[in-house]
């Protein structure tokens, strides 16, 4: 019932176009992973001299020893270069990151490199790494110099629970926070209020020293006291917040004892660390990579592929099924016009319900109007699932498989052709090995009922295995980067 690989050779043609879409949906998505490599971003904006480290055109007095710590998804590579742009200026370097991402051997290094957080999730392992930073950070004195690499990922990257929360207590309560469909920045929230070193713990912990802190964004909008909790920037949420958002999710009843006696309680910070426009005094944030730059090399990468391209949105949240039916909305009407129809009522629908949702879409109504060619859209940002379901998938697998739902509710002219790739530029989607998929097209009505099954059991990777026996699934493995989720929306009209 599910085979859909019936080809005769009159669609030869249309499976040769099928493949070049899909390797160009491909090739666009890996060059925006490939623009946001750390050890590349680093290499463009760091140098040291004999007494400095050089951020942009920023110098910052090396000091008598300097020290290097670390924690995400993306930081081993920039720990890498770090080690080879500092050389024997650097002491001592200790950083955690994800279990498995040492694919070949373990290069040689003096870095002292822990691997932890099983499925983003933090475990013994991380929290074993957490504890040989503070220790670390502990020892530094004011004419020292600690370089801090930060990317998302780092929550479970250094998890520290304030006692006496236990971690496996810390570990269900963000699992079902996570499950809810709480925003990464909720999310967060909570897990500052219960951690010692998330929510500016760590820079008072290394207050007086100097810190530098170079920070790959995975958060919309590169919000400082968000990605990875804001170890190094004050916490600026009212002490009540966390108990709204475990509230709004009902989870507050739930709660052990030891979670409520720390979140009624007071978290205890140093006093007296110095505080210059809304930031610690003695720490320097930069953002030396984000989402923008990712859309932009896929936009890029579009065009020089013959593309009319353009960057919608590098703000894409919300849930999955709405954002599913915006997308599909939008490229019902992008193929109406393709196809002649110049009817603009579909249009202000469109933009009224993402204004709704207070996601800016940039210049697009423009771009429509001035369409003419093949189209290419990208969108950048992290939707959330509610994962209501007991099934395996990711944010990227739920959401390229309810586009292709929703688009079987839409009128597309025979003409033209949609192909829709959904991916996380981490290369890992949820607990799986893929980084997200490719919407299956032309879905027959067996296949729409079991997607909507699996869709509803959030067990979209199973579909995808099946589905042209995994073809669409699009599996990199770790890459080293993390800068949230591309979406490529192509459009194509033949005569
Ligand atoms: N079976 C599933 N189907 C769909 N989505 C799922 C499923 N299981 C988990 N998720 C979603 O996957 C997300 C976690 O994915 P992942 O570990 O890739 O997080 P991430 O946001 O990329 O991590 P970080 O931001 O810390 O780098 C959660 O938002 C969760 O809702
Ligand atoms: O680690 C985290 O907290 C998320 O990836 C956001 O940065």
Partial sequence: MYSNRVLGVKNLSVCLRKMSTTCDLLEIFQKSVESVQPATLLENQISVTESHLVVRNEYHALGKRCHVIGFGKAVKDMALKMESILGEKMQRAVVTVPIGIFRERKPSTRIEFIEGAKNNLPDKLSMG?????????????????????????????????????????????????????????????????????????????????????????????????????????????????????????????????????????????????????????????????????????????????????????????????????????LTALLARRLAGDKNNTDLEKFLKDFENRHIILDGLKEEIMKLKDNLCLIFAGEPTVVVAGTGKGGRNQQLALNFAVELTEHDIPKSVKISFLSCGTDGIDGPTDAAGAISPTNIGSDWKKYAQECLDNNDAYRFFQKWDSGANLVKIGHTGTNVMDIHVLIVEHYQ
């Fill in 129 to 329: 790494g957490a504890l040989r930073i503070k220790e670390l950070v502990q020892t530094l004195a004011e004419d020292d110099m600690l370089i801090v690499l930060v990317s998302g990922g780092g929550s479970a990257l250094l998890p520290l629970p304030i006692p006496p929360i236990t971690l496996q207590e810390k570990h269900d309560l963000i699992k079902q926070l996570a499950r809810k469909g709480a925003t990464i920045n909720e999310l967060n929230s909570v897990r500052k209020r219960m951690s010692v070193l998330k929510g500016g713990g760590l820079a008072e912990l290394a207050y007086p020293c100097k810190v530098v802190t170079l920070v790959l964004s995975d958060v919309i909008g590169d919000p400082l006291d968000f990605i990875a909790s804001g170890p190094m920037v004050p916490n600026s949420d009212k002490p009540q917040l966390a108990i709204d958002i475990l509230k709004k999710y009902e989870l507050l009843d739930g709660i052990s004892s030891s979670i409520q006696t720390v979140l009624y309680g007071k978290k205890d910070l140093l006093a007296n660390v110095p505080i210059k426009e809304g930031q610690y005094a003695h720490v320097d944030n930069y953002i030396i990579g984000n989402n923008l730059m990712a859309a932009t090399a896929a936009s890029a990468a579009a065009i020089s592929k013959g593309y009319q391209s353009k960057v919608v949105s590098t703000c894409i949240q919300g849930d999955v099924i709405c954002i599913a039916k915006s997308y599909a909305m």
